[in-house]
């Protein structure tokens, strides 16, 4: 199982969410509306019985993918981390909690919400099994999203 959760602003509409929607349909893109307690309700309902899960979250639902691999670490393949918003205080209650499940994180030099000084540490403390990249992007990591190489990302 395969799913992209998008962010605070965002939803299963926005760039990321259509793009996913047309170059890997298998992804499962939705919508998570509300609080935080509602938008993790709605993605462990989605992910109930599910294993070997790759979580693909931007900026806040990087933040949410965190908090299901903490949570189900065996359940979890895989997280793909994009600007995740572990710099928001919904995360600070999660920073001393760890997880081994393999993540890569993507975020942007020039990224003012959520910046790469606040976040890579959070994360290196999180996922002890983690790849960082760090490229000349903003937020929203225009210039590197699309360029990825997904067939392998998305590989099990």
Same mark, same amino acid.
């Given at each position: 199982m395969k799913i992209f959760i998008h962010g605070l602003e965002s939803t299963s509409t926005g760039t990321k969410g259509k793009w996913f929607n047309t170059h890997f349909p298998e992804v499962l893109v939705s919508d998570f509306p509300g609080s935080l307690d509602e938008r993790m309700s709605k993605l462990n309902s989605l992910l109930t019985g599910h294993e070997n899960i790759v979580l693909i979250g931007s900026s806040y639902g990087g933040l949410m993918a965190s908090l299901y691999a903490l949570e189900n670490e065996?359940?979890?393949k895989k997280v793909i981390l994009f600007a995740p918003a572990l710099?928001?205080?919904e995360f600070d209650q999660y920073v001393d909690q760890s &997880?081994? @499940?393999p993540a890569i994180l993507y975020v942007?030099?020039?990224? +003012?919400?959520?910046?790469? +000084?606040r976040v890579i540490p959070v @994360? $290196? $403390?999180?996922?002890t099994n983690l790849a960082v990249h760090l490229s000349e992007d903003d937020h929203l990591l225009? $210039? &590197?999203f699309r360029f990825l190489d997904w067939q392998t990302l998305l590989t099990l």
């Amino acid at each position: 199982m395969k799913i992209f959760i998008h962010g605070l602003e965002s939803t299963s509409t926005g760039t990321k969410g259509k793009w996913f929607n047309t170059h890997f349909p298998e992804v499962l893109v939705s919508d998570f509306p509300g609080s935080l307690d509602e938008r993790m309700s709605k993605l462990n309902s989605l992910l109930t019985g599910h294993e070997n899960i790759v979580l693909i979250g931007s900026s806040y639902g990087g933040l949410m993918a965190s908090l299901y691999a903490l949570e189900n670490e065996g359940r979890v393949k895989k997280v793909i981390l994009f600007a995740p918003a572990l710099n928001f205080s919904e995360f600070d209650q999660y920073v001393d909690q760890s &997880t081994s @499940a393999p993540a890569i994180l993507y975020v942007g030099s020039q990224d +003012d919400i959520c910046p790469p +000084d606040r976040v890579i540490p959070v @994360a $290196k $403390k999180v996922f002890t099994n983690l790849a960082v990249h760090l490229s000349e992007d903003d937020h929203l990591l225009k $210039k &590197t999203f699309r360029f990825l190489d997904w067939q392998t990302l998305l590989t099990l």
